[in-house]
């Protein structure tokens, strides 16, 4: 076993003699094992690339660059295991949560692995978890599910070894707070985290079960007890196997002994002291090799290695480095400690601690707890994260919070060692590879206080007060976390205040800021010793304040500069503050408002209020985030009929359970009618790999690899309009993986250059000799790995050249400016209503010309664009491809290939998450690997790194809008016209439809007569595509700015202007035609008065505006916003079959993107059957199986897109069923003539004998005159809006959306939820941001900021209004999936009401005008919020305060 590495995962022996020493685990085990639960969503962040562009730009810029990088940390949670570590000496066993794509194989020597696969499975029983996920429709493309199950796991395996009181039975003992913040690193794009909060939550004793939302383990008005939830088995999982204990006792005889547990065929180390270190460091064998040392390897989640290194030397084992040791002096901590357990220690209740210092310990434990996620502080170390931040200038709050405290550190090489202050240590040049951290000292408050030679008990007396004060901040876009801040500070101050005088002075002061673009943290020493042994009177503050301006100027290149410097004006204000005796006010009073979440009401127009700031806390409103629950509290009302069951029934979603974690239903695909029957060998392999065995759901990606399999990456292009040169490859490790590269020179005769098109055009797969954007693929790297084939694609090195090129259009204007657009035709073109001049003619008041714009968004599916394929006979080829529509990848790869479509076959499983970003843009990843498969004729099998998945991907299409608007004095608009430019991208791709959704949604109020001009501009930019209702979102957008806009300059309240301007029926068909139904369809006006006087919307904004009458630097808005969504059906094929064994299986042209098509459609074929069923058409569900789309079984499968793939998925297999009812309808009455019940498989084999045909399909066509109709719904949002940082609390949204007939109300819930939330993130939160060459740079977790756990509204309450009865829409049902999204404008809309509060309050006379109207984009980001709210509100304050309150000098 020496030199072996041995470990267990779940339960199972690993011994190990030759690993690659950069296998992660969770390569390990997704190529290696059968447990591919834990997924890929995210594993990276690459900044070496960047730094090879840059550098050669702009060194200043760079980096500015790079700390705006690195200021917003993320991760995925796709990958979480619990990783279990095990202690011989106490018996004990340490169970974390840790990111298996971070973590070293080879670091996990004698560990053992927990995956979600290890939790339950059929045999033995799921877990609670994986069930309570499956009945609290937790659960959509399912993606995210193993890793969110492995997060809560571990949370409740940890709490449950706590020594809290037993809980009740069910239960575990984790809090309500803790269960929720278990997900807090998790990201999820499908579900808007609600019922997960649900799941979480439901294992909680503080929890009201009642408070819990839809699930199928008790009915609205039932009892909620626990009894009906799927217990919670705490201790039956065993995290680590006996056989691994006894190796571990016996290792630890090894590791006594000195010797060091190297796996030298490895090329790992892990020496066992500092001399067996530096004679690995100094021995000839490292001479000149790539040597890399880690501890928790985090570090490569920051900076991502895009090349090998030839050995790796693991600090773990030396036991010095994980020492912990507490005195007199403070707490000191080894450097290999994680970040996890410091907070641990800190937090311990140590008698003998003072409670000065026992508050600084806690406080930097609280600041420790938004570091990262809990995944990632798990095996992230103390001394990684300072070593980053010394050497790479990594943006740390670590440094920043241990700067503020005093610390020191201990650092030594072979030779020497030296303690030094953390300041100095940052201040030197950055360490060499031989030099280690070995500790850091957090001191206590009385060696501060003797380095000063102060004591603070020393002072206080009768007539003063001495006290110690300690306050760390942080301004970043997650409250929890999971997001590094866009500047961090930490205070420790002795004040020192007079009783009698009231004044206050301060005998020392740290003030520590970081992560602001600077090289990194530092103090500020200026303000500090000019605020030291002074008066804190206002002008002293003022002064203090102008000074700091001087001092953090963050570098050249950082983005939001002024208002990171503005961060720290706010953070020193809000410290300081209170502590001036002008300006300190008393305790707060709190008191529940209408939403029922607390409010702080400090003294009108006074100030910040040091107990209702964000004392320790990031920028969001903390006291929402100090109660008991990150989601306060959430409610699901659905109503549903009986006349269809089990249509409309909110049954669990088909998969669910296997989403979780382990297949129930064994099923085995051999392809025995395949058409290729004579290389069945090669596709038995691929038929075993969809074989759901203990494993999982099957998505592209976890199909075992075929034999001989490669792997594919592409090299993009970097330059916006270049002709390419060559290409050469870097000389490196990487480099050398590469087996072949596949460029446009490897298309076959007869095929063509085409990656993916749509019925507008193609577009090239590779640049062939010019390339027209940065991010259009190049070429494709082939090696033998995914991970190779990623990290050499990163070293191509690619020689461009611009000579006699145009330069290239990088935005709207530049379009315009050189007539660079794609035609719209004719039929796509919307058309104006009424007569804009008439309408501008009746205006009493005219707004012209007012511009807005809308960034683009990222779709962000967990799963990245993936594609398997796979050679056959005859020149067939079969492509395995995570796409929204197989179809049309059949027939674009065989046109590449030059091989007829019936060559091709294309089959989707299962999607990861589609958004619309798997439909056209899906295709040049299946054309690729379709292409290299066929030249190489080896199976070939692409899954983009999230980081190439963001470049080249594209997303929504960003836009420009001038509008003119007439409008009367009571508000009634009169005429609208919108100049439109809509930035496309490089090819058409669906861009030309855009104007008509934008329009359509556009007409969603009645403008008397509305106008456009649009234009679809061509850029030298990756092409933008269809996202979640494209162009609809914008639409809905650019109405609310025009109301609003309308609403300020009448100075009206903006919902009065909605009101005003709500469409009557008259008006609605006025503007939407037949599409508009009848008059009882119009459901929108009686929705907006069910949400206004049921959510109390008038007394909510008579309290909003008392709030913001008493509080200066918080302030709330809140809106209601209406939406009209129009859709149209599109023809869809289906096919029914049952089986001999009389079980049913079921084929849609739609594909299961976690929509919950397949759930539907079960229940409709089980509806559509059920009359010849006995026990009814509910019972006959288990029988049904819905399978993957399959090109070449299930022809003219079209797209899944629109939102209406369900419903007509569903009509066309009612019609199939219909069909087989027909044909078995005669037979079951004869055979009832004979007998007086007849089983279904009486009839079935009945009807297989007497040669009944038992197979229908239908292709569905809908009728012309019905397959367009409008969806109705609103929203009313209320948030808060910390003007200190801008950062925005969604308080509270309500949403009442009309769902016709829910043919699954559990499912409608989950897409309205998950639309609201993914609106919420295109409104409030995701920035895409390119550089000066187009090159998207926000282009991983860390840069891109999708909506949290915490970023959902606090209150989140949903209605589905059961409209009435239609004869023509599908069993009356209507659409959920995209038009929800729209109603998150209501979140932007309020934020706009709080901003105007805040602008409004501080405004001079000077700027009044502007404070009601302003332009406000989107998304609406903490910089943009706090840029409309004014940077300079403190200083301004300050100056007002002195001039008006100051008594004269003379007084
Ligand atoms: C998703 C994610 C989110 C994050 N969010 C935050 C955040 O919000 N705030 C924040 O402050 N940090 C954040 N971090 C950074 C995190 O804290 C660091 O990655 C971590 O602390 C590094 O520790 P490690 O043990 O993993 O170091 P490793 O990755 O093992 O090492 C990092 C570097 O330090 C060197 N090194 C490690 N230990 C020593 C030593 N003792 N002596 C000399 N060299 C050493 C290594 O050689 C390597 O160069 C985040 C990280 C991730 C991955
Ligand atoms: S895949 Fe590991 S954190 Fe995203
Ligand atoms: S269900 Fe969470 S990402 Fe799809």
Known sequence: MEGKLVFAVNGKRFELAEVDPSSSLLEFLRTRTRFTGPKLGCGEVRLLRWLVILIRKDANFLIGLWAFLLALLSGCGACVVLLSTYDPVSGQVKDSSVSSCLTLLCSLHLCSVTTTEGLGNSRDGFHPIHQRFTGFHASQCGFCTPGMCMSLFSALTNADKTNRPEPPNGFSKITKLEAEKAIAGNLCRCTGYRPIADVCRSFAADVDLEDLGLNTFWKKGEDAIVSKLPGHNRGKIFTFPDFLKSVVKTSLDTLMNGKNTNFLDSQWYRPTSFEGLYQLLNSNAFIGSRTKLVVGNTGSGVYKENNLYDKYIDLKGIPELSVIKRDHTGISFGAAVTISRAIEVLKENVDSVPSAEKMVFDKIADHLDKVASPFVRNMASLGGNLIMAQKFQFASDVTTILLAAGSTVCVRTASDRRILSLEDFLEWPPLDEKTILVSILIPSISMVELSYGTDQHSVSSHRSKSNIIFETYRAAPRPLGNAVSYLNSAFLAHVFSDKITGNTVLLYLHLAFGAYGSEHAIRARKVENFLVGKVLEVSVLLEAIKLLKETIIPKQGTPHSSYRSSLAVAFLFKFLQPLSKD????????????????????????????????????????????????????????????????????????????????????????????????????????????????????????????????????????????????????????????????????????????????????EPLFADSLTECAGQPLGLVVAETQRYANMAAKQANVQYSTENLEPPILSVEDAVRRSSFFDIPPFLYPQNVGNLSGGMAEAEHKILSAEVKLGSQYYFYMETQTSLAVPDEDNCIVVYSSTQCPETAQGLIAKCLGIPDHNVRVITRRVGGGFGGKAVRAIPVATACALAAYKLQRPVRMYLDRQTDMVITGGRHPMKINYSVGFKSDGKITALHVDLLINAGITKDVSPSIPYNVVGA???????????????????????????????????????????????????????????????????????????????????????????????????????????????????????????????????????????????????????????????????????????????????????????????????????????????????????????????????????????????????????????????????????????????????????????????????????????????????????????????????????????????????????????????????????????????????????????????????????????????????????SSALAFQFDAPATMPVVKELCGLNNVEKYLETFITTRQPPEDA
Not at 603 to 612: A, D, G, I, Q, Y
Not at 702 to 729: E, M, N, Q, R, W
Not at 1112 to 1135: A, D, F, M, N
């Open 583 to 762: 300006l300190a006010v008393p305790e707060n009073n709190y008191h529940n408002n209408a939403s029922g979440v607390a409010v702080i009401t400090e003294h009108p127009n006074e100030n910040f209020n040091r107990n209702s700031d964000l004392s320790h806390h990031e920028a969001s409103n903390s006291e929402l985030f100090n109660s008991s629950s990150v989601l306060l509290s959430s409610n699901q009302m659905i109503q549903y009929g009986k006349e269809y069951q089990p249509v409309g029934v909110p049954i669990e979603k088909v998969g669910a359970e296997i989403q979780t974690s382990v297949n129930t239903s064994n099923c085995i695909i051999v392809y025995l009618k395949d058409p290729f029957l004579p290389y069945i060998k090669q596709l038995m392999a691929i038929s075993f790999a969809l074989m759901p065995k203990p494993g999982e759901a099957i998505y592209v990606d976890d199909i075992p690899s075929p034999k001989d399999c490669l792997y594919g990456a592409f090299v993009y292009s970097t330059h916006p309009l270049a002709c390419i040169k060559g290409i050469k490859f870097n000389p490196t490790l990487a480099s050398e993986k590469i087996i072949t590269y596949i460029s446009v020179n490897d298309i076959p005769p007869g095929g063509k250059n085409v990656g993916s098109g749509t019925m507008f055009g193609t």
């Open 1002 to 1408: 556009l007409r969603k109020y009645n403008w008397g007569a509305l106008s456009f001009d649009i234009k679809v501009c061509r850029t030298n930019l990756p092409s933008k595509s269809a996202m979640r209702a494209p162009g609809e979102a914008q639409g809905s957008f650019i109405s609310e700015t025009v109301i609003e806009h309308v609403a300020a300059y009448l100075s009206m309240d903006a919902n009065l202007v909605r009101n005003k301007n709500l469409h009557t029926y008259e008006s609605i068909k006025m503007f939407y035609g037949s599409s508009a139904g009848e008059n009882p369809e119009y459901t929108l006006p009686a929705i907006v008065d069910e949400l206004i006087s049921s959510t109390s919307y008038f007394d909510r904004l008579e309290m909003v505006r008392h709030f913001n009458f008493c509080n200066k630097w918080r302030k709330r808005g809140i809106s209601w916003v209406p939406i009209v969504h129009q859709v149209t059906l599109r023809p869809t094929p289906g096919k029914v079959s049952i089986l001999n064994d009389s079980s049913i299986v079921v084929e849609v042209g739609g594909v299961e993107l976690g929509q919950g098509l397949w759930t539907k459609v079960k229940q409709i074929t089980a509806f559509g059957l059920g009359q010849l069923f006995e026990g009814g058409s509910q019972k006959l569900l288990d029988r049904v199986r819905i399978i993957q789309a399959d090109t070449l079984s299930m022809v003219q499968g079209g797209w899944t897109a629109g939102s209406t793939t369900s419903e007509s998925s569903c009509e066309a297999v009612r019609l199939s069923c219909s069909i087989l009812a027909d044909r078995l309808k005669s037979l079951k009455q004869s055979l009832e003539e004979k007998t007086s019940s007849v089983s279904w498989e009486t009839l079935i084999s009945q009807a297989n004998m007497q040669g009944v045909n038992l197979s229908a399909s239908t292709y569905w066509v809908p009728d012309t005159d019905s397959m367009q109709y409008l969806n109705y719904g609103a929203a009313i949002s209320e948030v808060e809006v910390d003007i200190a940082t801008g950062s925005t609390t969604i308080i509270r949204s309500d949403l009442i959306y009309d769902c016709g007939q829910s043919l699954n109300p559990a499912v409608d819930m989950g897409q309205i939820e998950g639309a609201f939330v993914q609106g919420i993130g295109f409104f409030m939160y995701e920035e895409v941001v390119e550089n000066s060459d187009g090159l998207v740079v926000s282009d991983g977790t860390w840069t891109y900021k999708i909506p949290t756990i915490d970023t959902i509204p606090k209150h989140f309450n949903v209605k589905l209004l059961s409209s009435r009865h239609h004869q023509k829409r599908v069993l009356s049902s209507k659409a959920s999936g995209e038009p929800p999204l729209l109603l998150a404008v209501s979140v932007h809309c309020a934020t706009r009401e709080a901003i105007r509060a805040t602008r409004t309050e501080f405004s001079t006379d000077d700027t009044k």
